[in-house]
């Protein structure tokens, strides 16, 4: 397993402004007691993303944006979910899932069960599990 340390993320420095920063009511998975979470990019990690917890900069998950492993993936999220979050438009919102690497790029993974929901124009998120929709925990990203 490769470590990434002292990577210079885009928006690290403005990171305590609210438009990079996702409240996430609920907490995660395994992580109930963390709410907050930035989420930072760099040209190093694209098109992945780092969810980094605010108040602990030792849990974090690299993350992608769904749409781009399945275009439709978005539509696939029953409405209720995005609804629970003020969700009204196209426009308002993005679902992440986490990466898990392999040790080849034929082996990273994402989990497309468990995805992580964001209103972005309030910045709110919170992470369902999908039942009976086919996905999977590791579901291969090429």
Wanted: glycine share 6%.
């Amino acid at each position: 397993m490769k470590v990434v340390e002292n990577i210079d993320f885009v928006g690290e420095s403005e990171s305590r402004e609210q438009k990079t920063t996702i409240q996430f009511d609920e907490g995660l998975i395994g992580f109930s007691d963390v709410k907050s979470f930035n989420l930072l990019e760099n040209d190093y990690l694209a098109p992945f993303r780092l969810l980094r917890a605010v108040d602990n900069p030792d849990v974090g998950f690299l993350v992608l944006d769904a749409t781009t492993r399945i275009a439709d993936y978005c539509h696939l999220i029953p409405s209720r979910e995005w609804k629970s979050l003020g969700v009204t438009d196209n426009q308002d919102y993005l679902a992440f899932v986490t990466v898990v690497l392999g040790a080849t790029a034929e082996e990273n993974t994402g989990n497309f069960q468990a995805p992580l929901l964001i209103n972005h124009q309030k910045m709110t998120g919170k992470q369902i599990i999908l039942t009976d929709s086919g996905f999977s925990v590791r579901e291969p990203l090429l």
